[in-house]
């Protein structure tokens, strides 16, 4: 069984769309995570949620909004997409500080 | 605000030797944990070793190893007996309390 999903794996859309990407762990963590990975492969953390309570929200354009129903899952909502957004979005899990646990990566191309 | 510094863009190996990877940090934290992650062309990320910062014990996974010098505020990561399949990107994070902060990652070859 896969430890953390991530829907889709990749996604290419034109600007100005709306899109969302979903995230799933069957690890019973507590936390889980965004992060944006450039095309330097730079690794930056976008949200944090612990048990549904948004903890970490870096400097993200509010075009971005995270959203957790419940502590399994976590999801990125992007509104207005510009060409700028186009990079690769981890998803990621843990509990407390054992290691997070990453999704396949989400690979978003804005045309 | 925590920062941590690969100064190792790219690194290369022949297979069956060893290399060091790299890293120190910087954080006002006392309680902290320090990871290595590896990222394979298939750029999954995948957890290679952790160390807690109040271990004075160097953790040691198979054939990867680190040297944490904590009050140089270094963590390099060794890994032994090189093989092709450790080809990847390499990155350092910094976690705690804080927010989680990685390297800029180094790029490994082990050539054969």
């Known amino acids: 069984d896969t430890a953390v999903s991530q829907t889709p794996k990749y996604l290419v859309t034109q600007m100005g769309n709306d899109k969302s990407i979903k995230c799933e762990q069957n690890?019973?963590?507590?936390?889980m995570y965004w992060y944006k990975q450039d095309s330097k492969k730079f690794l930056k953390i976008m949200f944090s949620?612990?048990?549904?309570?948004?903890?970490i929200n870096e400097t993200v354009p509010n075009r971005f909004s995270p959203k957790s129903p419940d502590k399994a899952h976590l999801n990125l909502h992007i509104n207005s997409l510009e060409l700028g957004d186009s990079a690769v979005y981890f998803c990621?899990?843990?509990?407390?500080?054992?290691?997070?646990?990453f999704g396949p990566g989400t690979r978003l191309t804005v045309t | 605000a925590q920062t941590v510094t690969q100064s190792q863009p790219e690194m290369s190996v022949q297979e069956a030797e060893t290399v060091t990877l790299s890293c120190t940090y910087d954080?006002?934290?006392?309680?902290?944990?320090l990871f290595w992650y590896k990222q394979p062309p298939s750029r999954q990320m995948i957890l290679v070793i952790r160390?807690?910062?109040?271990?004075?014990q160097n953790a040691t996974e198979n054939r990867f190893s680190v040297n944490f010098q904590k009050a140089a505020k270094s963590f390099s990561l060794k890994i032994s007996d090189s093989q092709l399949g450790d080809t990847a990107m390499y990155f350092c994070?910094?976690?705690?309390?804080?927010?989680?902060?990685f390297g800029r990652g180094t790029s490994l070859i082990v050539h054969p």
């Open positions: 690890l019973g963590h507590d936390t």
């Open positions: 160390q807690e910062a109040y271990k004075q």
């Open positions: 954080t006002s934290e006392n309680n902290y944990y």
């Open positions: 994070l910094s976690g705690g309390s804080y927010i989680p902060t």
């Open positions: 949620y612990n048990n549904k309570e948004l903890i």
């Open positions: 990621a899990s843990s509990q407390a500080q054992r290691g997070q646990y």
